[in-house]
């Protein structure tokens, strides 16, 4: 079935009882995330209808990101200086002049709470060091959350699972005062190589699951805040700024 505009009543209950009165308004950005743990993208609500919502397609290097019809999404967006989101299947996929995406209209919407522990993705140095350990090993932070991270670090030193570290983290490169220290655990650990094509030239790396065991609430409350913060400025941004999408 192709593509058809409104017909007139479409949107007529976007601002129903319950939790669907916060349902995303047209003209929008929205985060739209394809599968569990997948790329993440900014798309433009086209339409909200009684049962469905008309979604830009995703772009990539400037290309058009198919998405199968089943594909389980998770949409977010801002309403009322509030984060929302939902999740959903996709109906179709139009490609053409316009391509856009219909999901399901969702059964439930919810409040994103500032202490959930969102991951984002981001590039950030950090210093792992293990306690009574000589010299901290430098790398750079891949995403991040209040309950975690994941790093790239350099090749050669074998991190085993449960093994505990210190983190020491930069939120705001510019400003090398300000700092996230905490105490984590190994989650998972494996080489960069099996998730990406190694460049011939390039230094060895390998990435380390990280989960915090011991950081202060006002520590967790400044990673919470950057996230949150990255997400407006990813929204703001739109679809030009950011059609290579983010993570993966």
């Given at each position: 079935m192709g593509y058809r505009p409104r017909d007139g009543t479409a949107g007529r209950d976007r601002e129903g009882g319950g939790a669907l009165r916060h349902m995303p308004e047209e003209g929008q950005r929205a985060i739209l995330k394809l599968g569990t743990g997948g790329r993440m993208y900014v798309v433009r609500v086209e339409e909200v209808r009684g049962d469905a919502l008309i979604l830009s397609a995703p772009i990539r290097l400037g290309q058009v990101v198919p998405v199968r019809p089943g594909t389980v999404v998770e949409v977010q967006y801002h309403r009322n200086d509030a984060m929302y989101g939902f999740h959903s299947t996709v109906r179709e996929f139009h490609p053409g002049h316009l391509p856009l995406i219909s999901v399901a209209r969702p059964e439930e919407i919810r409040r994103v709470q500032r202490r959930e522990y969102v991951r984002w993705p981001v590039s950030l140095p950090v210093t792992v060091t293990v306690p009574g350990g000589a010299d901290g090993v430098e790398g750079r932070v891949l995403d991040l959350s209040g309950g975690g991270m994941a790093v790239s670090l350099p090749a050669g030193r074998e991190w085993q699972q449960g093994e505990e570290v210190q983190v020491r983290l930069q939120l705001c490169p510019d400003r090398p005062g300000e700092v996230v220290e905490a105490r984590a655990?190994?989650?998972?650990?494996?080489?960069?190589?099996?998730?990406?094509?190694?460049?011939?030239?390039?230094?060895?790396?390998?990435?380390?699951?990280?989960?915090?065991?011991?950081?202060?609430?006002?520590?967790?409350?400044?990673?919470?805040?950057?996230?949150?913060?990255?997400?407006?400025?990813?929204?703001?941004?739109?679809?030009?700024?950011?059609?290579?999408?983010?993570?993966?």
């Amino acid at each position: 079935m192709g593509y058809r505009p409104r017909d007139g009543t479409a949107g007529r209950d976007r601002e129903g009882g319950g939790a669907l009165r916060h349902m995303p308004e047209e003209g929008q950005r929205a985060i739209l995330k394809l599968g569990t743990g997948g790329r993440m993208y900014v798309v433009r609500v086209e339409e909200v209808r009684g049962d469905a919502l008309i979604l830009s397609a995703p772009i990539r290097l400037g290309q058009v990101v198919p998405v199968r019809p089943g594909t389980v999404v998770e949409v977010q967006y801002h309403r009322n200086d509030a984060m929302y989101g939902f999740h959903s299947t996709v109906r179709e996929f139009h490609p053409g002049h316009l391509p856009l995406i219909s999901v399901a209209r969702p059964e439930e919407i919810r409040r994103v709470q500032r202490r959930e522990y969102v991951r984002w993705p981001v590039s950030l140095p950090v210093t792992v060091t293990v306690p009574g350990g000589a010299d901290g090993v430098e790398g750079r932070v891949l995403d991040l959350s209040g309950g975690g991270m994941a790093v790239s670090l350099p090749a050669g030193r074998e991190w085993q699972q449960g093994e505990e570290v210190q983190v020491r983290l930069q939120l705001c490169p510019d400003r090398p005062g300000e700092v996230v220290e905490a105490r984590a655990r190994v989650v998972r650990a494996w080489n960069a190589e099996a998730s990406a094509p190694a460049r011939p030239s390039a230094p060895r790396r390998q990435r380390v699951a990280l989960e915090f065991t011991d950081i202060a609430p006002a520590a967790r409350e400044a990673i919470i805040r950057y996230i949150f913060a990255r997400q407006r400025e990813f929204l703001r941004a739109g679809l030009a700024g950011h059609d290579r999408g983010a993570g993966g």
